[in-house]
C-alpha cells in the first residue's frame, strides 16, 4: 500500500478504500490464523483455555496519548503493553487482544503504519495475538489524530487470587523499577517547557515478570500496574481496600535524579506520575527476598526493589521521609497530567 498520503474520510467508508487500508495495513501487520479467517469476531477454541486455567479474565481500555510518539514508544506500544500488564496482574496468562482505531482525517498514513508496527512488536514480545478489531475514521476536528480501544482475553491459573483488599499486616511492599518514567517522558515530550531531559518511557509487557513472581510466591496478596495516579494511588487502594496502612521509606524508591529534578521545576509529585511497565506487589514478608530475587532475574524487573510494609491502620499511606519525619501521602484529587495514556 502505498504510504506517501493520509487518511481520509474515504478510509472509514466501508468500500474500497478502506477494504484497502484494512486488508493492506492494518490485517497484513497483525497476521495471525484467527485473524485471517476474516470474520467479524474471532473464534476461539474453549479448549486451548481450559488447558491453560480456570478462570476467564477480560479487559478494556482506551488510549489517547499526546503526542502519539514519544522517546521509547508510541501510542500503539501503549494499547498493547497496557492491557496485557492488566491482564498479568490479576494473575492471568495474556493470550489475545482486540483492537479498535478512531482515526482523524488527515494522519499520515506513514504515521499510522509506524504505529501498527510497533504494535505487532509489542504484541509478538508479550506472547499475544491480535485477533478483531474495528476502524472509524472521522473528519478533521473530530478526534485528536488518533485513538485507540483495545480489549484483552486471558486465563488465570487455578490458586492465583491477588486482591487489591489483600494486604496483611506484616506484608512487604515491591516495585518493578524507576518511578515516573512514562509521565516525565510525555511531559517533556509535548515541549512546552523547553528542559532539557533525556527521559523515556517505561513502557514495557509485565507478563514475564508476574509468571516469575508467582513462581516464587503462589500466595501474592496485592498486585497492580501503577498507571495513571502513579505509586500513590496504587497504595491509597490497597490500603483503603484492605484496612490497614502501608509505610513507605522515602529514601528506598527509586526515582531517577531527571525525574525528580523535572518534579521539582514544577512542583510535581513524582509518587502521582504515571508508569506504564510498573507493578506494585505486596506479598508476605517471609516471601518477600524470594519474591525479589525472581523479579531481579527478569529484565523488566532487575532494578525491583523493597519500598515498604504493611502496619495496622485504618487505611493511610503514610512516607516516612529522607528527614526522619512522617506525611500523609493521600489519594490524588485530581490528575496532575491530561493524557499521558
Not at 132 to 155: C, E, P, S, W, Y
Not at 238 to 243: M, Y
Request: net charge negative; proline share 5%.
Amino acid at each position: 500500500m502505498n504510504l506517501t498520503g493520509t487518511i481520509t474520510l474515504a478510509h472509514g467508508s466501508g468500500g474500497r478504500a478502506m477494504h484497502q487500508l484494512v486488508d493492506d495495513l492494518i490485517r497484513s501487520t497483525f497476521s495471525n490464523p484467527l485473524l485471517e479467517e476474516g470474520e467479524d469476531q474471532a473464534r476461539i477454541p474453549l479448549a486451548e483455555l481450559v488447558a491453560q486455567g480456570d478462570r476467564l479474565a477480560f479487559t478494556t481500555d482506551s488510549y489517547v496519548v499526546t503526542p502519539l510518539e514519544f522517546p521509547g514508544g508510541n501510542i500503539g506500544t501503549l494499547a498493547i503493553n497496557g492491557t496485557v500488564n492488566d491482564l498479568a496482574v490479576g494473575g492471568a496468562i495474556p493470550l489475545y487482544l482486540s483492537c479498535g482505531f478512531i482515526i482523524e482525517e488527515g494522519l499520515p498514513l506513514e504515521t499510522f503504519a509506524r504505529i501498527l508496527q510497533a504494535m505487532r512488536l509489542a504484541a509478538d514480545e508479550a506472547g499475544v495475538q491480535i485477533v478483531t478489531g474495528d476502524t472509524k475514521v472521522v473528519q478533521r476536528g473530530g478526534a485528536d489524530k488518533l485513538f485507540i480501544n483495545t480489549a484483552g482475553v486471558g486465563v488465570i491459573p487455578a490458586g492465583f487470587n491477588p486482591s487489591a483488599g489483600g494486604a496483611q499486616v506484616g506484608d512487604a511492599v515491591i516495585v518493578n523499577g524507576w518511578l515516573g518514567d512514562h509521565g516525565a517522558a510525555i511531559l517533556n515530550a509535548r515541549g512546552d517547557l523547553a528542559l532539557e531531559a533525556d527521559i523515556e518511557t517505561d513502557c514495557a509487557p509485565l507478563n514475564a515478570l508476574v509468571e516469575a513472581m508467582f513462581a516464587a510466591c503462589a500466595d501474592i496478596h496485592c498486585l497492580r500496574d501503577a498507571t495513571r495516579g502513579g505509586l500513590a494511588t496504587v497504595l491509597n487502594e490497597f490500603a483503603e481496600r484492605s484496612g490497614v496502612d502501608i509505610v513507605l521509606k522515602e529514601t528506598a524508591l527509586p526515582i531517577r535524579t531527571p525525574v525528580r529534578g523535572m518534579c521539582e521545576i514544577l512542583g510535581l509529585d513524582p509518587l502521582y506520575l504515571a508508569n506504564e511497565g510498573k507493578l506494585v506487589a505486596v506479598v508476605p514478608a517471609a516471601a518477600a527476598q524470594a519474591v525479589l530475587v525472581a523479579m531481579q532475574r527478569i529484565p523488566e524487573g532487575r532494578d525491583s526493589r523493597i519500598i515498604g510494609e504493611v502496619l495496622e491502620g485504618d487505611g493511610h499511606v503514610i512516607l516516612q521521609t529522607a528527614f526522619g519525619g512522617e506525611r500523609i501521602v493521600d489519594m490524588l484529587p485530581g490528575e496532575q497530567l491530561p493524557r499521558i495514556c
